[in-house]
């Protein structure tokens, strides 16, 4: 992770390798730390919490989900999160890197399924529901054979993993020539969400997003538009927004520093700016929050 850390659990789990998968119990790490889990973020890792008794609460960012077994908690990678698990709750998480899993969305090529990967949230189940007996299933193979058969996996977490995945969306089917556009449009999106995770502490103008991918601004802005709901300049602000109150909640970085490490020239601007889109001071902001 780039830029100052945020809290996170002892033992982290390294990121970055083309295929990494992991599957453990959820009491595994928790029970340590009372069932709950302090705000964290993965870089290059995209994990899933299937919750198979208990309940709990999950914060998002700056959102707050609760769950009750059986559900799923789908954790994108940069995403800041947190736990709190009711006592002797049970389950698996599920860690994948965030390489192995594009590559396997490109390969199951349903447009939906990306755009439902790229955000967090708690998918809930009914007690009896196949598609979640099938989720811990595939899980449970894939910590049976991580264990037993290390050295021959390839095929076996790929279909399994593919298996999970399978259940994640259920949109109706596009015509051909609607569903290869609008998969253009989604490529496209995320590739300008690529950049601006690299750059948007540089504060780029939508021109040079769109000059860098070979685009003009207008095909931006509609595939921003159809993907995301915004224009690409909203979503960047955004980006700036959502990581000045990560920094003002979870670092013990001051309003000046954090203001130049954002890419703001003066302390005042970035004030002026974070009032705009917050509706208070970042000084307020942190104070209303942590006291």
Request: with cysteine; hydrophobic share 45%.
């Amino acid at each position: 992770m780039e830029g100052p850390p945020f809290i996170h659990y002892e033992g982290r789990i390294p990121g970055g390798d083309f295929r990494f998968v992991h599957v453990e119990k959820i009491s595994t790490r928790i029970r340590k730390y009372n069932w709950e889990l302090f705000p964290h973020r993965h870089r290059d890792l995209f994990q899933m919490a299937l919750i198979e008794s208990g309940a709990g609460e999950v914060a998002f960012d700056l959102g707050q989900e609760a769950f009750t077994a059986p559900s799923l908690v789908l954790i994108p990678s940069l995403v800041v999160h947190s736990f709190r698990y009711a006592p002797r709750s049970s389950g698996r998480l599920l860690t994948i890197s965030d390489a192995y899993l594009r590559e396997l969305i490109q390969f199951a090529n349903e447009p939906a399924l990306e755009a439902a990967m790229s955000r967090p949230g708690v998918m809930s189940f009914t007690a009896d529901s196949f598609a979640f007996d099938d989720i811990a299933s595939a899980m449970g193979t894939i910590a049976e054979r991580l264990v037993t058969a290390p050295q021959s996996l390839g095929v076996m977490l790929s279909a399994n993993i593919l298996r999970i995945l399978g259940h994640l969306t259920h949109q109706p089917q596009e015509s051909a020539a609607l569903a290869l556009d609008t998969q253009r449009r989604r490529l496209l999106y995320e590739q300008f969400r690529g950049l601006l995770e690299k750059h948007f502490r540089e504060q780029l103008s939508v021109a040079s997003y769109a000059t860098m991918l070979a685009v003009n601004e207008r095909t931006l802005h509609r595939a921003c538009r159809e993907v995301a709901g915004e224009p690409p300049l909203k979503i960047a602000h955004r980006r700036l927004v959502l990581e000045g109150q990560r920094l003002l909640l979870y670092s013990a970085m001051s309003v000046s520093d954090i203001s130049y490490h954002l890419g703001f020239k003066d302390p005042s601007n970035f004030s002026r700016f974070f009032m705009e889109h917050v509706g208070e001071s970042p000084l307020m902001f942190r104070r209303a929050r942590l006291g």
